[in-house]
Structures are given as C-alpha cells and as structure tokens.
C-alpha cells in the first residue's frame, strides 16, 4: 500500500512534445508538491496546493501546468518540451499541522 | 531568503566508521529541521527531523540536534554501514500553510567494507 506514487517512473520522449505525470496519495493528506531534481541532484520546489488551492507556483516556466482535481491527486502536465526539462520530478504531500513531507517515489524524465 | 547549506561531499568512509554531514540553516522564526536519505535510484525517504530548538531527532543509528545558537542540524552515526551508501539532504521548513521544504545540495556518502 503505497503511501504517494507517481506514473510513470521512466518516461522518455522527444523535444516538442506534451507530457503528464500523475501523482497520488493515500495517506489523507490535504496539502500536495512538485518537486524538480536536476543533474547535480538540487532538489527545488515548483508549485504546491493545499485542499486544491494553488499555494506556492514558483518561477517555472508557463509550459508546466499542475492539476488537481482532489485533494489526493496532484498531476503536472508539460508542454513542449525541451532538453533542460530532463529531470527527475517528485511529489510530495503532507498533513500541515506536522510539516512533514512523503516523496513519491520520482518520475525519470529525458528528452531527446 | 532562507537557506541550507551542507558539506560538500562525496564522503567516503570505512564501515564501522563515524560520520559526520554538517548543516546549518539561515532562516527566520523557527523552522523545522529535516534530514531525508535518498539511495541510488530511488526517491527521497524522511530519516529524522527537529521541530524545535534542543530537540534531538534519531533513526537507524543517525542522530542530530537542533542547535539554534550555532543554526545547526548536524547528522551523525556512530558506526557505518555499507548499506547506508546515499545522498544524504538536509532541508528546512517553515510554518506556513503548503510551506516548501528548502533543501541543501545534498552530501553523497560512500561506504567501503
């Protein structure tokens, strides 16, 4: 029973295309995160939401959409995408009262 | 703006060796304290954490205190193990409603036998 997952792990495309990547948790948590893991493994947050409120977007490009259509799915969709987006992305989520953070398990994207 | 910054790594060591991964944090208010482990090619797992000052957070053998007076959260264990061979992230957060985590670059840790 995993506690955040995320689909898919690997996902390899080419430059132009559009993408998504799905995250789910079942641990009731009311507040969700993306994450972007660069090549020298620098972790930084791109947006978060809280009970489906946008909370946090930070200076991403406008390619990268989040979605959440309830409190336990937060998905990211890319548009176009370019060779600097190859990263590994994780997703997060946690109940506030603990500030505590559960990483999925991250989503290995290359573009080609 | 708040910041982490940890030692430089690689760190390699013997097993049954002691390590030490130094982090100190500038931040306003008081943050809570993190350390997460994330082993080859897997994502990121919460080892222990601190949410206010002098609480000693501990797991697995590694422990660290939070040290407000010197903004430090310093991960130790006494013995290595192979196994514990990872990036090793110290993070911050505050208290805010869908806060970030603000990490460190991380310190890549390698145990020999």
């Known amino acids: 029973d995993t506690a955040v997952s995320q689909t898919p792990k690997y996902l390899v495309t080419q430059m132009g295309n559009d993408k998504s990547i799905k995250c789910e948790q079942n641990l009731g948590h009311d507040t969700m995160y993306w994450y972007k893991q660069d090549s020298k493994k620098f972790l930084k947050i791109m947006f978060s939401?809280?009970?489906?409120?946008?909370?946090i977007n930070e200076t991403v490009p406008n390619r990268f959409s989040p979605k959440s259509p309830d409190k336990a799915h937060l998905n990211l969709h890319i548009n176009s995408l370019e060779l600097g987006d190859s990263a590994v992305y994780f997703c997060?989520?946690?109940?506030?009262?603990?500030?505590?953070?559960?990483f999925g398990p991250g989503t290995r994207l290359l573009v080609l | 703006g708040d910041s982490v910054t940890q030692m430089e790594g690689p760190v390699t060591l013997s097993e049954e060796a002691f390590l030490t991964i130094n982090c100190t944090y500038t931040?306003?208010?008081?943050?809570?304290l993190f350390w997460y482990v994330q082993y080859p090619g897997e994502g990121l797992q919460l080892l222990l954490k601190a949410t206010k000052a002098d609480d000693k957070g501990s797991n697995k053998g590694f422990e660290a205190t939070y040290r407000k007076e010197t903004t430090s959260f310093h991960l130790e264990k006494g013995s290595v193990q192979v196994s514990d061979s990872a990036v090793y992230f110290c993070?911050?957060?505050?208290?805010?409603?869908?806060?970030?985590?603000?990490f460190g670059k991380g310190t890549t840790l390698s145990v020999s036998s």
């Open positions: 931040a306003t208010g008081y943050p809570s």
């Open positions: 939401y809280n009970n489906k409120e946008l909370i």
């Open positions: 997060a989520s946690s109940q506030d009262a603990s500030r505590t953070q559960y």
């Open positions: 993070a911050l957060s505050k208290d805010q409603a869908g806060t970030a985590l603000i």
